[in-house]
């Protein structure tokens, strides 16, 4: 009987001091160096707000403000598609291949939540590289300022809000999504030490080549190839959240069509435009075919 009770006395005393919750048998010590009482802040320091430097004016401040939240949205939904739909998403695959998600997920996560403390937008030119170089819309400081963006004047007149992704005549597919401000910001970021980590590179200049790169034997490369990322980033928000169901393809292909209409009836051509149905994630196919 008294080796039970031994026995059930120990287990008791096992579960007490293996629970993470057992303070002791005594109050809790006034020591004021006690390790255990000295409060611990493990986000201290993060901040979600990029800083716009002093240099800009109230309106560039506004531009820049509603670009850079243009742009976490982007990333965020990127992210967001690919958590739901996995590889097997045909977007997905159109720009990274057979590529597993991790890698990407996490790259549109440090546009998304990463911590944004020292990142700053300016507005003047402490390089003289926009003063040098007139058709900039901005550079990374590089060495001089690692977490330091210059936005050149040309920036302010021709960047176009998010809600311009699919507008009739702008070509987000296959023309050029650095128009706009949301693609144009995520690509600057990625620059940054703490944002690219010097991993995130130009493998490729254009959406051509970064398709052909998803579909190459160094598919893999697409994770970390800023024109990858920013396509589909932009592909999938246009697909979901612009024009659900159809993303641009669907502007894209009246225009097409229109302009070949135009063409036929201005002169006699021996070409003739023969569209496709769009499927999700891809881009409007055409065939070029002789008059029989």
């Known amino acids: 009987m008294l080796s039970k009770l031994l026995i059930s006395l120990s287990s008791q005393a096992l579960l007490v001091f293996s629970n993470p919750l057992y303070l002791g048998g005594t109050p809790l010590s006034e020591d004021k160096n006690s390790p255990f009482l000295v409060p611990y802040d493990w986000q201290a320091g993060f901040t979600n707000d990029f800083e716009i430097h002093d240099s800009c004016n109230a309106t560039q401040k506004e531009q820049l403000q509603d670009g850079l939240s243009e742009a976490v949205a982007v990333a965020k939904h990127a992210r967001e598609h690919i958590l739901v739909k996995g590889a ?7 720009y990274f291949g057979r590529g597993p998600t991790g890698a990407v997920l996490g790259w549109y996560d440090k546009i998304a939540s990463s911590n944004r403390k020292d990142i700053i937008f300016r507005c003047d030119d402490p390089d003289k590289k926009c003063q040098t170089n007139a058709d900039w819309a901005g550079h990374y400081r590089g060495k001089n300022a690692p977490l330091e963006t210059v936005i050149c004047e040309p920036s ?58 998803a579909s190459s034997d160094d598919y893999t490369l697409a994770a970390t190839n800023t024109d990858s990322l920013i396509s ?24 097409h069509e229109e302009d070949s209409h135009a063409k036929s009836t201005s002169e006699e051509s021996d070409l003739k435009v023969v569209p496709t149905k769009l499927e999700a994630g891809e881009t409007k196919k055409v065939c070029t075919c002789k008059k029989s």
């Open 232 to 255: 589909f980033a932009n592909e999938a928000y246009a697909f979901d959240i612009i024009n659900p169901g159809v993303g641009c393809a669907n502007t894209l292909s009246k225009r």
């Open 88 to 94: 097997e998403s045909p977007i997905y695959q159109k």
């Open 156 to 213: 302010f007149l021709t960047r176009l809000p998010l809600k311009a992704l699919c507008s009739p005549g702008f070509d987000a597919v296959t023309g050029k999504p650095n128009k706009l401000w949301a693609p144009d910001l995520i690509h600057r970021l990625y620059h940054l030490d703490n944002i690219g980590e010097g991993v995130i590179k130009h493998y490729t200049h254009g959406q051509s080549e970064a398709l052909a790169l």
